[in-house]
């Protein structure tokens, strides 16, 4: 344990320092474009019909919530960078200082998009008109020619709008309000902080992910679940369409696979009840989905099992995905068409032949060499500056020998999970983490200092309050989103752990939340409580190890041991670093010592765990993020930094 590394990670300046911009090899790329990352959003739901409303928009920032007249949005913004982030800036110059690029949203101040949208490609008269927004950061309310048609709270999470009443004309005007008060309230916020530095990051707002239309018919496809079986012989798929309806389920087209092993179902529509389209979520009254209108009542559901002869294992090794293609199709003739795929496997806790418990994928034992993937761009922030960026990091994580990204306190644009299913990276996917204002030496600095006093602190009710969680309603926000998350993510083949809560950051209740996450899903491992604050709950005895010499400890609730994030080691790169400063865990001058090292702690103080009962470690990180420079990556994605290769 070196206590020098120790106190350089714990302490940090009170005044954060200012940040040098940096380009990443794909900015130029989202600067030029008309319209930004403009691929189709949602790889697992894929319809025909695809209206992108990427690009430039009008804004302004006010400090009133009254709507400002079209006049007073004399600002441009590029959709969908956070005015925060570089790629954001249209103008060099702007009318006045609130729509100059880039802008820190904060507390009081209310930020307003404007766009035309023209309506065209309506199919018919009886044609839905959704309207898409990926995420945007953290409350807003969205208005159609004047009139308020929606609101929505949680900066991460889509959220969708039936806006055909609203668009009689080939034209309407929408209008996007935003606030963002970060980590001035118990909202989620992830890392984000309007004090940056240290292992927090700069704080970002608004619209982040891609706004999109659709046309749908009135007989329309919902939902589509595909949940292999424990056996692995056949997938149960469910399936939420808008009223009863005959649908067929169809294999697409497989060179690699002979005509006689593909699969055709038949649903008839009588097979069809009554349910609430939205149930994962009736305790919520602010819901959100990436395919269902936010105003859904009531919609028709069933399940169905089609057996998969000889099926073909999804494995991060050999990534193979059945693609499907959902008809549905009403009495009238109406017709609805999607696309989505699944992968044939199954995540299980299972002992192995020396007692150990061990993390199964297919029902063999898979020991998890991943890496923390914060999933922030100088250039974007939170917002890849494009498709190929994305890409880039998993691949390039995946050539150095991990099989696993552990998505750090943040949620993904969809194409970032359909990435790792085609290509074949695990998911460890957090929750987005929320609170007051966390008290940082019980959560961070007392738990590194003396982990076997700090490992077991009570987090039910009567330490709300030390763990910045006194206030009921974030509490009820926390879990509703938490059920959302799942309940958005659950049919992405790659996510094969949930973790609920990483550090302590705004902990609650975690003896409990992992039955209430089963209940909406129950196919996949929880890390209840990662790192410290254990309450004996989840499947792992989960470590953060950053300055002892890593060990297995022995867990009195017999849960697989988990070193859910170790390493850190960190080198500055003169001129790929946006700030002044370093943090880490472990400081190196040399790059070819840090090199040396890295590959003595993985092979010869991580993986001889495995004998002893480690089914897993995560890496910190991917890539260096402002102040944190322990990046395998330069922040510029320009540098691999760390070229050792796991075995």
Known sequence: MDLTDITRSMVRSKEPVALKQLDTPWTDKALTSKCPKSEYPRPQFVRDSYISLNGIWGFCVTDSP??????????????PFSPESMLSKVDITAGSRKTLLPHVLKPGEYLWYYRKVDVVGRPDASSRLLLHFGAVDQVCDVYINGHSVAHHEGGYLPFTIDVTRYS???????????????????????????????????????????????????????????????DLSFVKIRLTVTKPCDVIIRQEKDPDIVESDFFEKVITADKFHPCDPLDAQTDHPIPSSDTIPMDTLYAYTTKVGILIEDAKLWTPEDPYLYHIEIIARDEEGSTDKVKSYFGMRTYTMEQDAKGHMRFCLNHKPYFIKGVLDQGYWPDGLMTA???????????????????????????????????????????????????????????????NLFPNIMQTL???????????????????????????????????????????????????????????????????????????????????????????????????HKRACFLSECGGLTYYMEGHCASRK???????????????????????????????????FIYTQVSDVEDEVNGILTYDRKVVKIRTKIW
């Not at 929320?434 to 738990?447: A, W």
């Not at 330490?463 to 799942?486: H, I, N, P, W």
């Open 458 to 556: 009570d987090d039910s009710a009567k330490s709300y309050k030390f763990l910045a969680r006194s206030d009921a309603a974030g509490r009820q926000a926390f879990v509703a989103e938490m059920r959302s998350t799942a309940s958005y993510l659950k049919n992405c083949t790659s996510i094969a752990i949930w973790t609920i809560f990483n550090e302590g950051w705004g902990q609650f209740d975690a003896a409990t939340l992992p039955g209430i996450l089963k209940f909406i899903d129950n196919t996949r491992p929880i890390d209840a409580a990662s790192g410290w604050f254990d309450q004996g709950s989840g499947d792992f005895n989960s470590i953060h190890n950053y300055f002892r010499k890593p060990s297995v400890p022995v867990d009195k």
């Open 168 to 230: 009689p004309k080939d034209y309407f005007d929408l209008k996007v309000c935003v606030t963002d008060v970060t980590d001035t309230s118990w909202l989620s916020r992830g890392k984000q902080t309007l004090n940056r530095g240290g292992m927090f990051y700069s704080a970002q707002s608004g619209i982040w992910q891609s706004v999109w239309m659709e046309w749908v018919p009135d007989t329309a496809i919902l939902k589509v679940v595909a949940e292999p079986s424990k």
């Open 582 to 616: 370093t943090y880490g865990y472990a400081t190196y001058k040399s790059r070819k010592k840090m090199n040396e090292d890295y590959g003595q702690f993985i092979h010869y103080e991580i993986l001889p765990l495995e004998t002893k009962g480690l089914c897993g």
């Open 385 to 447: 500056p494009c498709d190929a960026a994305l890409i880039y990091d998993i691949k390039t994580m995946k050539k150095l020998g991990f099989n696993t990204l552990r998505k750090h306190i943040k949620i993904e644009e969809s194409r970032y999970y359909y990435h790792c299913d085609r290509l074949g990276m695990l998911v460890v996917q957090d929750m987005v983490s929320g609170g007051s204002t966390y008290d940082k030496p019980l959560v961070t600095y007392l738990p």
């Open 66 to 79: 009254s709507i400002p007249r079209k006049k007073d949005i004399c600002g441009r913004i590029r959709v």
